[in-house]
T-cell receptor, first 115, second 111 residues
């Protein structure tokens, strides 16, 4: 059974460019989470969805970041315009809302470098 | 915001030694999870503990949830180089399915 799928695995872009990260959650999971990980700040939750609806976006750093989940099997995180301080590894994770222990399953991440 | 603090931040030991990683909070969690992350990969779930005082064993790894469900520990017996990685604890609140992650403990087991 496939796990969480993220693409691309690596992205290098110039400051000011638009970046779109993609995620396919585990089939049957109805919660999806976007995280950012850096050495300085660790793993930070950006936004999460339940049943394709955004529930908490308080972790989204600013208006340059946006996330969508048009259906149960796909989500995007967009940064426009990108800045060097956005360089990080971005993870997508999924889980089942009805699991009261809330285990999350992570994708392999997208390493973003903004020059 | 509920915080989970992990200690130590970094641990370097020789193969065969034991180690313990701690995860502490002033808040109560309905469940607590431990993840291990290897370089270039996402965190992988190791275990979930739910009941205060619960102890779970996974081969050489022993996980304990504090009686008050505010803290947890991970003990590795006879560590091996394959145990090297970033260990993260994460707590779930009773309401909602958001996890609060600790800052992580980076473990290096030298052969």
């Amino acid at each position: 059974d496939a796990g969480v799928i993220q693409s691309p695995r690596h992205e290098v872009t110039e400051m000011g460019q638009e970046v779109t990260l993609r995620c396919k959650p585990i089939s049957g999971h109805n919660s999806l989470f976007w995280y950012r990980q850096t050495m300085m700040r660790g793993l930070e939750l950006l936004i999460y969805f339940n049943n394709n609806v955004p529930i908490d976006d308080s972790g989204m750093p600013e208006d340059r970041f946006s996330a969508k989940m048009p259906n149960a099997s796909f989500s995007t995180l967009k940064i426009q315009p990108s800045e060097p301080r956005d360089s990080a590894v971005y993870f997508c994770a999924s889980s089942q809302v009805r699991s009261f222990t809330y285990e999350q399953y992570f994708g392999p991440g997208t390493r973003l470098t903004v020059t | 915001t509920q915080l989970l603090e992990q200690s130590p931040q970094f641990l370097s030991i020789q193969e065969g030694e034991n180690l313990t990683v701690y995860c502490n909070s002033s808040s109560v969690f309905s469940s607590l999870q431990w993840y291990r992350q290897e370089p270039g990969e996402g965190p992988v779930l190791l275990v979930t503990v739910v009941t205060g005082g619960e102890v779970k064993k996974l081969k050489r790894l022993t996980f304990q949830f504090g009686d008050a469900r505010k803290d947890s520990s991970l003990h590795i017996t006879a560590a091996q180089p394959g145990d090297t990685g970033l260990y993260l604890c994460a707590g779930a609140q009773a309401a909602g399915n958001k996890l609060t992650f600790g800052g992580g403990t980076r473990v290096l087991v030298k052969p």
